[in-house]
Each structure stands twice: as C-alpha cells, then as structure tokens.
C-alpha cells in the first residue's frame, strides 16, 4: 500500500513538472508577457511624426494617428483585444486633442494637459509629455507617470533626490515630479517613505564613501559586499568596514576636510553601518 502511494505521489510530481516545462516553453514563444501601447513624437510634434507603438505578446506594431483606422480594418488587427482596440483609439483621441497645446506649453520639456479642464486629473483625463533624450513621451495614466519616477538615488549631500531613466535627464524628471506633485493626484513614487529615504541615503553614502578611498588608493577587500541588509538584519557596510580598520585611513579623511566625504563618514557611523572599533 505505501508502495502504491509513493508511486501515485512521484507520478503527480512528475506530471508537475512537465506541465511547468511545457507552460515556461509556451511563456517563452511570446514577445512580452504584458502587452502596452506606447505612445512618442517627435520635438516638432506633428500628427505625421506621433507613433502609435502597440507592444503585443506575439508582435510589434507602429502606427502613425492616421494609419489606425486602417489598421484596425486589416487581418493584422485580428490579434488585438477589444480592451487593445479601445485603447488604441482612446489614446489616438487624446493625443489629436492634446497636442496643439503640448506644442504651446513644452517649454520646460513637461507639458500636463487636462481634457477636461473642470475634471480631475485623473486617469482618463490626463495626458503627460514628457521629452526625453531621443523623443517626446505621452503617458495617459497615474500608473505611467508613476514608472517613470520609480528609479532613484540620493545626491552626495544624501538629501536631495535624484529621478534616473536611461531614457530621460534627471533634471527633466524632477520637473515632472514638480508639476505632478502641484496638481495632487494619487501617483505612486513622488516620496520615498521614511525606510526608503533611509536605504537610498545609505546607498549614496557607501557610493561616496568608497569612491573617496578608490581614489585615495586605500585597499579594499574584493570579496566583501559593500552594503548588506535583510529583513532581520540591519544595513551593515563589510567592504568599508574593513577598509577603515586602520586608523590612519579615517585621519586621511579627517584631515582632507571635503564635506561630501565627512557627511558620508559621519552618517554610516552613526547608523552603524560601519564599525570603528579603535582602542
């Protein structure tokens, strides 16, 4: 009987993993396991140079605002959802609708337009251009908006914030951050909390610290990491720590009096991340 069910149960086991092969071989055949439609033009922003980008599992499409009627009427729409379809004109709608004022009020590279003017700028009535260093990005919703300013660090004074993307400058990210923050909507990623303020002060604090002893020509140990955390374990430093064990490292520092450098020293101590243990 314990034989029966022992074979019973390397059978289920089996059988679960060949169903997960076969599912990760099907995942793998597709393009994007999400599908979007995303939406550039050009700094002149005409109607002709806005593109239509329709990022679907299995294929890659772009349009211009006046191919989309014809495209919806072609076999090649046929792979389209309906919620695809009504986005897909949705967003064409809002941007022939949105971009004569986007013209007019891009000077500082964000331009916010509400539809509606009376309504909130909610999803649905709000339409965001956002120029990047090849094109000029539209988000249409709290959710794009709150992506976009996802990625970010701390300066070397370990306060101001600083919003990276590869495809976009800090500085007009923190104006976008501005101009969203003015208008008050639910936007995920305009503050760090008070835990992630903490993480990324530390992780500019590490950065600067080691920096300053790479280029002081202090040895630093290659196998340790140079900041570890857990959910039951606080921020500790091993690479700086060990590097400071020599006391004449940190009178090196002291001695050198640049600012970044001393704040950086005087934050990882106080929140013992790095240890001193001097006689």
């Given at each position: ?34 599908e ?50 009504s ?24 331009a ?10 909610d ?10 260093k ?44 501005e ?51 857990g ?30 450098t ?16 001097y006689?």
């Amino acid at each position: 009987m314990k034989l029966g069910r022992d074979g019973r149960a390397v059978a289920c086991v089996l059988l679960l993993v060949v169903g997960i092969g076969v599912h990760g071989c099907a995942s793998a055949g597709h393009r994007n396991v999400t599908e979007a439609i995303i939406v550039t033009t050009t700094p002149s922003m005409s109607e002709d140079e806005t593109k239509l980008v329709l990022e679907l599992r299995d294929a890659r499409e772009e349009l211009s605002l006046g191919e989309v009627d014809a495209f919806l009427a072609s076999d090649r729409a046929a792979r389209l959802s309906r919620a695809n379809r009504s986005q897909l004109l949705e967003r064409r709608q809002a941007v022939r609708q949105t971009l004569p004022q986007a013209r007019r009020d891009l000077a500082d590279g964000v331009a916010i337009i509400r539809p509606n003017p009376d309504g909130a700028a909610d999803d649905g009535n709000i339409v965001v251009y956002v120029a990047g260093k090849s094109a000029v990005h539209v988000l249409f919703s709290r959710a794009e908006i709150g992506q976009l300013l996802a990625s970010r660090e701390c300066a070397d004074d370990l306060t101001t914030l600083r919003y990276t993307h590869p495809g976009f400058d800090p500085a007009q990210l923190a104006v976008l951050r501005e101009r969203v923050t003015a208008l008050n909507p639910k936007v995920a990623n305009l503050a760090p909390s008070k835990s992630e303020l903490e993480l990324l002060r530390a992780e500019a604090a590490t950065r600067l610290l080691e920096r300053c002893l790479r280029d002081a020509a202090v040895p630093l140990p290659g196998g340790a990491p140079l900041l570890t955390s857990g959910p039951l374990t606080s921020m500790r430093s091993p690479k700086l720590t060990a590097a400071l064990k020599d006391p004449s490292v940190v009178e090196r520092i002291l001695r050198d009096h640049n600012p970044d450098t001393l704040r950086a020293l005087v934050f990882l101590v106080s929140r013992n991340i790095i240890e001193l243990d001097y006689p």
